[in-house]
T-cell receptor, first 116, second 114 residues
Framework: DAGVIQSPRHEVTEMGQEVTLRCKPI?????LFWYRQTMMRGLELLIY????????DSGMPEDRFSAKMPNASFSTLKIQPSEPRDSAVYFC??????????????FGPGTRLLVL | GNSVTQMEGPVTLSEEAFLTINCTYT??????LFWYVQYPGEGLQLLLK?????DKGSNKGFEATYRKETTSFHLEKGSVQVSDSAVYFC?????????????FGTGTRLTIIP
């Protein structure tokens, strides 16, 4: 299996621009997670999908952030408009099983975002 | 709420030294406990896990025992290698269905010098 695939791997953009991050989970996994990692705040869960439905989005920072999962093999995280404080590494992870969060999560390589 | 506290880094050791990275937790019920490792430029990978008290998780020479009496899950390895240099995260998932988030510690950066 190819593992969790994220694109782009690196993104540099200017403040105010829209940013879209993409994730393809491992085939057959029914849970998908978006995390953000920064030096100051560590690893934060932004949103969690189960069977393509958002279960918990309490970690989404504000209305500028949105996430979708239109089907079992694709998810996007969008930031509009982007701000310098959004600079971070964004990870997507997926897991299998009905227990969702209790199953082992497999992480993608991350997207390193820099907002100037 | 649930929380994970792990020892502050960075930790620097010589090759073949003994490693301990402390991790303690606060959680309701009987959480599952995990150690994840993040190598430079990569995402997190599950290193080992334990789902009930007294369970020992092990992988790649690393071990951790779920100690409910001390609410701890310390990571150990008898002889570290340069390739073990990475950031290590302790994490838990609470057993309660209403609070199923994977809670991470802040991570401990480990550097092994030849």
């Amino acid at each position: 299996d190819a593992g969790v695939i994220q694109s782009p791997r690196h993104e540099v953009t200017e403040m105010g621009q829209e940013v879209t991050l993409r994730c393809k989970p491992i085939s057959g996994h029914n849970s998908l997670f978006w995390y953000r990692q920064t030096m100051m705040r560590g690893l934060e869960l932004l949103i969690y999908f189960n069977n393509n439905v958002p279960i918990d989005d309490s970690g989404m920072p504000e209305d500028r952030f949105s996430a979708k999962m239109p089907n079992a093999s694709f998810s996007t995280l969008k930031i509009q408009p982007s701000e310098p404080r959004d600079s971070a590494v964004y990870f997507c992870a997926s897991s299998s099983g009905i227990s969702g969060m209790k199953e082992t999560q497999y992480f993608g390589p991350g997207t390193r975002l820099l907002v100037l | 709420g649930n929380s994970v506290t792990q020892m502050e880094g960075p930790v620097t050791l010589s090759e073949e030294a003994f490693l301990t990275i402390n991790c303690t937790y606060t959680a309701t019920g009987y959480p599952s406990l995990f150690w994840y490792v993040q190598y430079p430029g990569e995402g997190l990978q599950l290193l080992l896990k334990a789902t009930k008290a007294d369970d020992k998780g092990s992988n790649k020479g690393f071990e951790a025992t779920y100690r409910k009496e001390t609410t701890s899950f310390h990571l150990e390895k008898g002889s570290v290698q340069v390739s073990d240099s990475a950031v290590y995260f302790c994490a838990l998932i609470a057993s309660s269905r209403r609070n199923e988030k994977l809670t991470f510690g802040t991570g401990t950066r480990l550097t092994i010098i030849p």
